[in-house]
């Protein structure tokens, strides 16, 4: 606790402080016999964001000062002394404006949380909702011990062991994006299995049936541009549990079965205009499954689709307890509820070790082709709940209006490359002298690979679940269709797709 600067007065104005603090609250004056009306207020801004508590204020803001700012400071900093376990960390300065004194008590953030009242016969510990101070529930009050424990929920053991679970998604998805194999030793290097040999929580959400029954996805196609048109409520929806893998895909899955790709003539060919960025989308559903509190049962990532935006929520707000609709988000440091699921998909490229992916966000938007200031992507959270809104670019604008920026057309043309290719392979398998069954195991083997990915018979049959013999005949069609190519410098019967032929 630092109250050193107990009796120091400072210059700057009351409001221009409240401007450059978070969180604050005010008491017209200090309550002696009724500490807990303004401590309940330190051990909210300590456990949480930090904040000011400014004595000499009303509640309507009217600066109407202390008598003896000196002797409320001295009973304020002893009562925090007294009646706060652990003790935080303050700052207390004593302010004169007007003609009148102030007591500003600065709480900091801490570390040693659950920081408690000490007082009507137990300990309490608060948290902030909004403008107010209340106690901290079961979740909350789990969620503080963990962050003064220095621990993380999906760095938690569990009573899972890891042999009787498997993780060909994972395998597959980490294979196909990093071009490595994952290793039993990886399992243990990166946090997924502890030393015992259980999982842990991140492993047990990355297995293929994950254990971890509420990390789950629900997702719906609203009819109109809310969830009460009148007509009809929805016109999809899917519910999804298992791996964070398969609700990944499944997301992805989703929302590009319903959203629609506009296409426009351009000098040198055409340029596609998806409704939604499709970086953008992948970023959202990602932070939402890799940052949402676990600890909060009963509730799951919904992905909503509506006429004219998408609305993607996940449970928990910021990690530090913060609005985010008040922080700068081009400026925000990264900070990771889960870091060992996100230390994985970064090992995979879904995101950066660093930085925020609120600004990739909005940069995907800025580089659009119908891309508005209205547009912008917006962000909110509370203490329980984030959420994400990516708004159509192509809602009521009609095709001919668009107005293409040269600068633009370039990174799409790139894409457009990219796309045609794809879908050269698709008609090459829909060509196929074979099976329905085979193309379609073709099809999900290119989903999975496209033309980087390099494979073999197992990958083959961890990927579509064929046997030995029918992955072997599946590579032999393939071969035979000209559609893989033999692979050199990752062992004996390895391939990777090539662009079909003319």
Same mark, same amino acid.
């Given at each position: %606790?630092?109250?050193? *600067? ?5 210059? %700057?104005?009351?409001?221009? /402080? ?44 009217? #600066? ?37 004194? /102030? ?19 137990? @300990? ?15 979740? =909350? ?30 395998? !597959? ?8 194999? +994952? ?8 946090? +997924? ?11 047990? #959400? ?28 929805? #016109? ?13 895909? *499944? ?39 890799? @940052? ?65 992916? /609120? ?24 203490? !329980?709940? /984030? ?15 668009? #107005? ?37 195991? =073709? ?17 083959? %049959?961890?990927?579509?679940? +064929?046997?030995?013999?029918? *992955? ?5 069609? +393939?071969?035979? *269709?000209?559609?893989? =190519? ?17």
């Amino acid at each position: %606790m630092n109250n050193g *600067a107990g009796t120091r007065c400072y210059s %700057m104005k009351l409001s221009d /402080f409240i401007g450059e603090t978070t969180e604050y609250d005010k008491k017209e004056m200090l309550e002696e016999r009724k500490p807990k009306s303004w401590l309940k207020s330190v051990s909210a801004f300590a456990n949480g964001i930090g904040g000011a508590l400014i004595f000499g204020v009303s509640d309507d803001e009217t #600066l109407v000062g202390l008598d003896d700012a000196k002797d409320a400071s001295e009973k304020i900093s002893e009562a925090i002394k007294t009646k706060m376990d652990p003790i935080p960390d303050i700052v207390l300065k004593i302010h004169k404006e007007d003609g009148k004194e /102030f007591v500003v008590l600065d709480v900091k953030s801490g570390m040693e949380t659950p920081y408690y009242y000490i007082g009507d016969g137990g @300990h309490i510990a608060f948290v902030r909702v909004g403008n107010e101070s209340i106690p901290a529930d079961a979740t =909350a009050l789990k969620r503080l011990v963990m962050k003064g424990s220095n621990i993380t929920f999906d760095s938690i053991s569990t009573r899972y062991n890891f042999s009787g679970f498997a993780f060909t998604k994972l395998r !597959s998805v980490y294979r196909q994006r990093t071009k490595k194999e +994952l290793s039993e030793s990886d399992f243990a290097s990166f946090g +997924l299995v502890d030393e015992d040999g259980m999982l842990t929580n991140a492993g047990a #959400l990355l297995a293929d049936e994950s254990p971890i029954r509420h990390s789950r996805l629900f997702c719906t196609r609203w009819y109109g541009l809310d969830k009460a048109s009148g007509i009809m409520e929805a #016109l999809d929806d899917r519910e999804v549990s298992g791996s964070l893998i398969t609700l990944l895909q *499944a997301g992805e899955e989703f929302v590009n079965n319903n959203t629609k790709k506009r296409w426009k003539k351009t000098g040198n060919g055409r340029i596609e205009m998806p409704e939604y960025p499709e970086r953008a989308v992948l970023e959202c559903i990602v932070n939402a499954l890799i @940052h949402r509190d676990y600890s909060i049962l009963g509730s799951e990532v919904h992905i909503d689709i509506f006429d004219d935006r998408i609305e993607i929520t996940s449970p928990g707000g910021m990690p530090d307890g913060s609005a985010v609709q008040n922080l700068d988000t081009d400026n925000v440091i990264s900070k990771r509820r889960n870091p060992v699921i996100a230390d994985v998909f970064s090992r995979m490229n879904y995101m950066e070790r660093r930085g925020s992916g /609120f600004k990739k966000i909005k940069d995907d938007y800025h580089f659009a082709v119908n891309y508005r200031p209205e547009l912008e992507p917006k962000f909110y959270s509370d203490i !329980s709940t /984030f959420k994400v809104t990516l708004y159509n670019l192509n809602y009521n604008v009609p095709v001919e209006k668009v #107005l293409i920026d040269t600068e633009k057309v370039s990174i799409e043309e790139e894409k457009v490359l990219i796309t045609s290719r794809n879908l050269s392979m698709q008609t090459a398998i829909d060509s196929l002298k074979a099976k329905k069954s085979t193309k379609e195991n =073709a099809r999900k083997l290119f989903a999975y690979m496209e033309f980087d990915g390099i494979f073999g018979r197992t990958d083959i %049959m961890e990927i579509t679940g +064929l046997s030995i013999t029918a *992955a072997g005949n599946l590579l032999t069609n +393939l071969k035979s *269709a000209e559609l893989i =190519a033999p692979v050199s410098g990752y062992g004996n019967g390895k391939y990777k797709f090539i662009i079909p032929k003319e």
